[in-house]
């Protein structure tokens, strides 16, 4: 795809957020806050904006992107506390649309920046890298990996209820400590769901923890310092499935966080008549979905931002199969 049709994209899509917002502001400022247009503005606004930053992984310089994210997401978090004091002290009603701004713009990255690790960090963490080790032999399972993220994520999310004795909503929204467990129950689920089910035949095995043992067939590091070895038993570990299901993984990784943050803000009881606790409850449940069906699809997905590497793999894999030396 050419750069400036890339860049023309995403000009679109940041043209269009800032509309959004703007009407988004303007509807604050005539309509009742339940209105159906204060939804409908509100809606349209969230969505363009993760679009947007999605669109910043896939149309940009993924490198680029990697060190963009990472101070952005410094500032976010500075941002967010200096908030959290500030909301201390009787603040103006333009202090309150500042924040609110800075909350969208916050969580619009979560969705991206959880892509952005996967991608990134898969030749790291993935069990078939060589540092996937513990006490220098024995070797970790991504599915026993993943088990333990959703221990962990389902303790989180246990949690909440403690932590939801604060009725007044400010409180709900913007307690750090309810915002940080939300936050981290979400990625543990996340990432344990990708783990988990990336590595789904290996947990129908039982395979969960094993002694590490010098390959028969190695891929050479010059090649690529993605995978140390593959061998015969790790083809199917590199099927694709016959469905692209990544964009839907995706398109759910996008509503299930604006659920569990918003709650009925997203997805309003006037029109659904769900329950706010229910629909972050839904929404975790998407999260354990869509990180699913990002770790079925994982090898689409890094076919997309390695092509180098996938291409050599590729040619070991199809060595392996015909037997070629």
């Known amino acids: 795809m050419r750069k400036a049709y890339r860049l023309t994209i995403i000009f679109v899509f940041l043209i269009l957020s800032n509309i959004s917002l703007l009407i988004y502001l303007y509807c604050k400022g005539i309509f009742v806050y339940n209105s159906i247009e204060i939804f409908f503005s509100r809606f349209l606004m969230l969505m363009l904006f993760n679009f947007l930053f999605f669109s910043f992984i896939f149309f940009l310089n993924f490198e680029y992107y990697k060190r963009v994210f990472k101070y ?21 009603r333009l202090f309150w649309s500042f924040w609110e701004i800075i909350t969208l713009i916050s969580f619009s990255m979560i969705a991206p920046g959880l892509i952005v690790f996967i991608v990134y960090d898969i030749k790291k963490i993935t069990v078939k890298f060589e540092a996937a080790t513990i006490l220098g032999k024995y070797h970790l399972h991504e599915g026993f990996v993943g088990a333990i993220f959703l221990i962990i994520g389902f303790f989180l999310l246990g949690l909440r209820p403690s932590l939801l004795f604060l009725s007044h909503p400010f409180y709900r929204r913007s307690s750090l400590i309810l915002l940080f467990v939300q ?5 543990f689920l996340y990432l344990g769901s990708f783990f988990f089910f990336r590595d789904w035949r290996d947990i129908i095995h039982l395979k969960f923890i094993e002694i590490k043992s010098k390959p028969e067939n190695n891929l050479q590091k010059a090649q690529t310092s993605v995978f140390n070895h593959i061998t015969k038993e790790d083809l199917n570990f590199f099927k694709m499935p016959k469905l692209i299901i990544y964009p839907l993984g995706m398109i759910l990784t996008i509503f299930s966080i604006n659920m ?4 009925t803000d997203f997805l309003p009881y006037q029109i659904f008549n769900i329950a706010d606790e229910s629909v972050i409850q839904f929404g975790y449940l998407l999260c354990f979905i869509a990180g699913g069906l990002i770790g079925i699809d994982w090898y689409r997905i890094f076919k997309i931002f390695y092509p180098e590497v ?11 199969k015909y037997n070629i030396l």
């Open 72 to 92: 952005v997401l410094l500032f976010m978090v500075l941002t967010w506390i200096f908030i959290y004091v500030m909301a201390l002290i009787p603040s103006s």
């Open 310 to 320: 996938y291409e050599t793999i590729e040619k070991e894999i199809t060595r392996l």
């Open 183 to 187: 936050i981290l129950s979400f990625i």
């Open 260 to 263: 569990v943050i918003y709650g």
